[in-house]
């Protein structure tokens, strides 16, 4: 018997003007949480996707148990007992959390003795013992559509357990889960590999990496950079592998200098009663306000409300002294508002279509000629800006989207509202799923547009970077604003008090 569960030799993967994966290596061991790392477009995603049988491999072959083994698809992964959270969730919003965990294996039974059909009554009950089992206090019978992003991630990872799998692989699986769900994410990984199971954890997030890996494989641009106990690395020698050079700040040096209060948002309440309400605060010219709080504060819904995508009963949206009527997105566009979005996926890019398109899309109105015909060759221009000043690693403008890592869509995204020229941006968890030198690159961005005279407003679930950029920090708590803190306030712990404010 071999050592590892599974192994991956010399795997090549290409896709139209680039080489994605050239001759990488990979060895689980049993009872193991191996860390995967890169930055974003370094090829992990790919290389898991080959493990899982959704890519076949140019060249190179994976081993189980020693044994050269070919996997054909997804299902033929399931069986061989490799199961994958991904980073992006897709689940079916409109069915259950029983049918979603046992979609494509039902259990089944047959009806007045012959008539074969799904099991329900076995399926919920398997549901419920199997979520009780991952710690997930969840009804089996709730619509997914129903639940929070990071309820839904949960169920996803109930779902790869159901699997009984060997191989578990973790895609950036707390990007979107609070601090108690994380400790709960980490109880389920030692209960797997305590039964032998080999985990691949994929995360930008130092701290998790070094806490809960054992080994740690780093690549860089498609390629195997090597393998390392986690004991034996630190923070700044696994970014320093990663990118090839040391990144001595964090956070960009900060020129910008806020002016007068230009936009302000009075007594603002949404349409639902259990979200967001009586809502009001300033935003100075060239200010970055961050939004703080857990998951729950309702910190997106309200974002949301201000851009025209949840309604609101009452309140006061002005710019410079002029009162904005926003009640759709097209509004605030047209307003000199944007928004990017948390969900990259779900209601950020269009995934069928190109670089150019999602860049180009919210700004068509500036490349009119001769009535309603876009000017290509001024589209084209915009988007050759956008991709050398984003550092957007793509073959072409004409590439779909969907075919880019996710940091790349995260760059396309964030060039396709500075491609509108906004008064006032709004960012959601701005760099999530981003590695470190891809979250430079942003926060550089996003400096320099407070400089320009741009407002930002910026949500984040990562409290480093909620002080390391915030001009000032407003904190919401149960869909209420519960305080502002800036300047040697902004620490930790006040940012926290003020998060569990509960009425």
């Known amino acids: 018997m071999s050592e590892y569960i599974l192994e991956?030799?010399?795997?090549?993967?290409?896709?139209?003007?680039?080489?994605?994966?050239?001759?990488?290596?990979?060895?689980?061991?049993?009872?193991?949480?191996?860390?995967?790392?890169?930055?974003?477009?370094?090829?992990?995603?790919?290389?898991?996707?080959?493990?899982?049988?959704?890519?076949?491999?140019?060249?190179?072959?994976?081993?189980?148990?020693?044994?050269?083994?070919?996997?054909?698809?997804?299902?033929?992964?399931l069986r061989?007992?490799?199961?994958?959270?991904?980073?992006?969730?897709?689940?079916?919003?409109?069915?259950?959390?029983?049918?979603?965990?046992?979609?494509?294996?039902?259990?089944?039974?047959?009806?007045?003795?012959?008539?074969?059909?799904?099991?329900?009554?076995?399926?919920?009950?398997?549901?419920?013992?199997?979520?009780?089992?991952?710690?997930?206090?969840?009804?089996?019978?709730?619509?997914?559509?129903?639940?929070?992003?990071?309820?839904?991630q949960s169920v996803e990872i109930a779902k790869a357990v159901s699997a009984n799998c060997r191989v578990l692989i973790l895609d950036e699986p707390t990007s979107s889960l609070t601090e108690n769900e994380v400790e709960a994410l980490f109880r389920i990984v030692d209960d797997l590999t305590a039964e032998g199971v080999a985990v691949v954890y994929i995360s930008h997030k130092m701290d998790e990496i070094l806490r809960i890996a054992d080994e740690v494989t780093i690549m860089r641009d498609g390629q195997y950079i090597g393998t390392w106990p986690a004991n034996e690395l630190t923070t700044e020698s696994i970014i320093t592998k990663m990118v090839g050079r040391e990144l001595t700040n964090l956070f960009p040096e900060k020129h910008n200098v806020p002016g007068e209060v230009v936009f302000k948002v009075?007594?603002?309440?949404?349409?639902?009663?259990?979200?967001?309400?009586n809502i009001s605060f300033e935003l100075r010219k060239g200010e970055i306000l961050g939004v703080?709080?857990?998951?729950?504060?309702?910190?997106?819904e309200l974002m949301e409300g201000l851009f025209g995508t949840r309604s609101h009963t009452t309140g006061r949206i002005t710019y410079k002294g002029k009162e904005l009527k926003i009640n759709r997105p097209k509004d605030a566009i047209d307003q000199g508002v944007a928004m990017l979005t948390e969900d990259r996926r779900g209601s950020g890019i269009m995934g069928v279509l190109s670089v150019a398109d999602n860049v180009a899309i919210a700004s068509l109105n500036h490349y009119l000629s001769f009535g309603d015909a876009i000017d290509g060759k001024k589209v084209q221009a915009v988007v050759n800006e956008m991709i050398q000043k984003m550092e957007i690693k793509t073959p072409s403008q004409k590439t779909q989207i969907?075919?880019?890592?996710?940091?790349?869509?995260?760059?396309?995204?964030?060039?396709?509202?500075?491609?509108?020229?906004?008064?006032?941006?709004?960012?959601?968890?701005?760099?999530?799923g981003i590695d470190v030198g891809a979250k430079y690159?942003?926060?550089?961005?996003?400096?320099?547009?407070?400089?320009?005279?741009?407002?930002?407003?910026?949500?984040?679930?990562?409290?480093?970077?909620?002080?390391?950029?915030?001009?000032?920090?407003?904190?919401?708590?149960?869909?209420?604003?519960?305080?502002?803190?800036?300047?040697?306030?902004?620490?930790?712990?006040?940012?926290m008090a003020l998060a569990t404010k509960f009425e």
Request: glycine content about 10%; proline content about 5%.
């Open 402 to 432: 969907q075919s880019l890592s996710g940091g790349n869509q995260q760059k396309v995204l964030v060039g396709r509202w500075l491609a509108n020229n906004p008064d006032v941006l709004i960012l959601d968890e701005p760099t999530r």
């Open 8 to 77: 991956m030799r010399d795997v090549s993967k290409s896709f139209p003007g680039v080489k994605a994966l050239d001759h990488v290596q990979l060895k689980l061991r049993p009872g193991k949480v191996h860390a995967l790392m890169g930055e974003n477009g370094a090829g992990k995603s790919t290389l898991m996707k080959c493990m899982f049988g959704i890519y076949k491999m140019d060249e190179g072959q994976i081993y189980i148990d020693g044994k050269p083994t070919v996997i054909k698809d997804p299902m033929d992964a």
């Open 80 to 152: 061989q007992g490799i199961a994958m959270v991904h980073q992006e969730l897709q689940p079916i919003p409109a069915r259950t959390i029983g049918e979603n965990i046992f979609l494509g294996r039902y259990p089944i039974k047959k009806y007045l003795g012959f008539i074969p059909g799904v099991d329900h009554k076995k399926m919920y009950e398997d549901t419920a013992k199997l979520l009780e089992k991952v710690r997930m206090n969840f009804d089996p019978r709730e619509k997914v559509g129903n639940l929070s992003v990071s309820q839904m």
């Open 441 to 495: 690159e942003i926060y550089c961005i996003i400096e320099e547009l407070a400089r320009e005279g741009k407002s930002v407003i910026m949500i984040s679930s990562e409290m480093g970077e909620l002080i390391g950029m915030s001009d000032r920090i407003m904190v919401m708590c149960d869909g209420r604003v519960t305080g502002f803190v800036e300047g040697e306030e902004a620490t930790q712990e006040n940012i």
């Open 266 to 277: 009075e007594n603002f309440t949404s349409i639902n009663p259990r979200s967001f309400r």
């Open 292 to 300: 703080g709080g857990l998951v729950g504060a309702q910190r997106t």
